[in-house]
Structures are given as structure tokens and as C-alpha cells.
């Protein structure tokens, strides 16, 4: 995963929080709640790797997110 150790991480690789939101169709509040909580819920991840390869961003995956959750519940 490189850099990329959690979601606040993922969520950064975007120019910024807006592009971020706009590109997984969320509301900015809502990105904005899941970089504070450090998640992603389950039903958005499809959303989140369509727009991550829609921007060039090849390293985020399902494989990617899972490995982010799974590193979540490990330092929980």
C-alpha cells in the first residue's frame, strides 16, 4: 500500500476533500465524517475504487481497502 496506511490516507491521495466527495458522490459532510472516523463504510468501496480509476489512481482497490479496514481493527 505504500504511503497509504488508512482511509484519512486514501482519502488524501484526492486533490482535496471536495474532489474526493464529488467523485464518490457523497455530500462533503459526509467525506468529511469518514476521514474523521477513519472509515469507509462496506457499500461505498465499489464508488470509492471506481473514482480512484477514474482519476489514474490504480493502487486503490478493493484489495486496497480491505487491507486498510483489516489494519483498522487491528489498532482498535
Do not use: C
Not at 469507509?40 to 479496514?69: E, F, M, N, S
Amino acid at each position: 500500500m505504500g504511503g497509504m496506511n488508512s482511509f484519512p490516507d486514501l482519502i488524501e491521495t484526492w486533490p482535496s476533500l471536495g474532489d474526493f466527495a464529488a467523485d464518490v458522490n457523497v455530500p462533503y459532510v459526509r467525506a468529511q465524517l469518514w476521514k474523521h472516523r477513519r472509515s469507509i463504510p462496506p457499500q461505498y468501496w465499489d464508488d470509492v475504487v471506481k473514482a480512484a480509476q477514474g482519476r489514474g489512481y490504480k493502487h486503490i482497490t478493493l484489495g486496497t481497502l480491505t487491507q486498510l479496514a483489516k489494519a483498522k481493527r487491528k489498532a482498535a
